[in-house]
C-alpha cells in the first residue's frame, strides 16, 4: 500500500537550518509529485511546495520562497526539503502528501498523506 | 493571491445534513479537493476533482462546484464525522496550492 513517512523534525533556533525526508513506498516514486504542507499549533492546512517528478523545478509559497528547497533521490525513493533561515512563524507539522501532475501545468489531489514531523523554531 | 473562504464551524444533529461550503472567486473554475482532519490524525482526502469520492469514503459525502462556491455536503451526519474540513485548489495564476482555512464540523 501507499506509504508515506516524513522525519528529521525536532528544535531549531531562529535563523537555522534543518532537512526534512518524506519516503514513499508502495507506488512508482519517479511518476508522482510530492507536496510539502505544514500545519501550525492549532491552526489549519497551509500549502509549501511541490516539485516536478525530476526535481527540475518546484514552485513554494510566498512565505518560505527563497529559503525552503526541495529535492528527489529517485535511488532511495525519498523527497527532502531542505528549510534555511528559519524563523519561529515556520514552527509546525510537516507533512508530505502524493499528488499528480494535471494538463495546464497544475496538480492535484493530496490523495496520500504521511502523519508529518514537528519542527519548532525557539531559542 | 488566491483567497478560499470556509465558515469557520457547522452543527448538525446526527442523521441531519452538514453543507460546508468553500468560497472563492470563480472558484467553479478550477478544481477543488476536499480532506477531513481529526485530532491527532494526518489528513484523509474525502472528495476530488469538485464530485469523486475518495476511495472507502461513504456515498453519503457528496461535493459540487460552480461559480464563487463550492459546496461539501454530508448526509445523515453521524457522530464519527466530526472533524475538521478542508478544501483545497491548485491555483494557474500563482502557481500556488491553496486550502480554506478550515471548517470544524460538531455533531450535536
Known amino acids: 500500500q501507499v506509504q508515506l513517512v516524513e522525519s528529521g523534525g525536532g528544535v531549531v533556533q531562529p535563523g537555522g537550518s534543518l532537512s526534512l525526508s518524506c519516503a514513499a513506498s508502495?507506488?512508482?516514486?519517479?511518476?508522482?509529485?510530492v507536496y510539502w504542507i505544514r500545519q501550525a499549533p492549532g491552526k489549519g492546512l497551509e500549502w509549501v511546495t511541490v516539485?516536478?517528478?525530476?526535481?527540475?523545478?518546484?514552485y513554494s509559497a510566498d512565505s518560505v520562497k527563497g529559503r525552503f528547497t526541495v529535492s528527489r533521490d529517485t535511488s532511495k525513493n525519498t523527497v527532502y526539503l531542505h528549510m534555511t533561515s528559519l524563523r519561529r512563524e515556520d514552527t509546525a507539522r510537516y507533512f508530505c502528501?502524493?499528488?499528480?501532475?494535471?494538463?495546464?501545468?497544475?496538480?492535484?489531489?493530496?490523495?496520500?498523506w504521511g502523519q508529518g514531523t514537528l519542527v519548532t523554531v525557539a531559542s | 493571491s488566491y483567497v478560499l473562504t470556509q465558515p469557520p464551524s457547522v452543527s448538525v444533529a446526527p442523521g441531519e445534513t452538514a453543507i460546508i461550503t468553500c468560497g472563492g472567486d470563480?472558484?467553479?473554475?478550477?478544481?477543488v479537493h476536499w480532506y477531513h482532519q481529526k485530532p491527532g490524525q494526518a489528513p484523509v482526502l474525502v472528495i476530488h476533482?469538485?464530485?469523486g469520492r475518495a476511495s472507502g469514503i461513504p456515498e453519503r459525502f457528496s461535493g459540487s462546484n460552480s461559480g464563487d462556491t463550492a459546496t461539501l455536503t454530508i448526509s445523515r451526519v453521524e457522530a464519527g464525522d466530526e472533524a475538521d474540513y478542508y478544501c483545497?485548489?491548485?491555483?494557474?495564476?500563482?502557481?500556488?496550492?491553496?486550502f480554506g482555512g478550515g471548517t470544524k464540523l460538531t455533531v450535536l
Open positions: 502528501a502524493r499528488t499528480e501532475a494535471r494538463s495546464g501545468g497544475s496538480y492535484g489531489e493530496a490523495d496520500h
Open positions: 508502495g507506488f512508482t516514486f519517479s511518476a508522482y509529485p
Open positions: 516539485s516536478s517528478v525530476d526535481g527540475g523545478y518546484q
Open positions: 470563480d472558484i467553479g473554475t478550477k478544481s
Open positions: 476533482l469538485d464530485t
Open positions: 483545497h485548489v491548485w491555483d494557474t495564476g500563482s502557481d500556488h496550492g491553496v
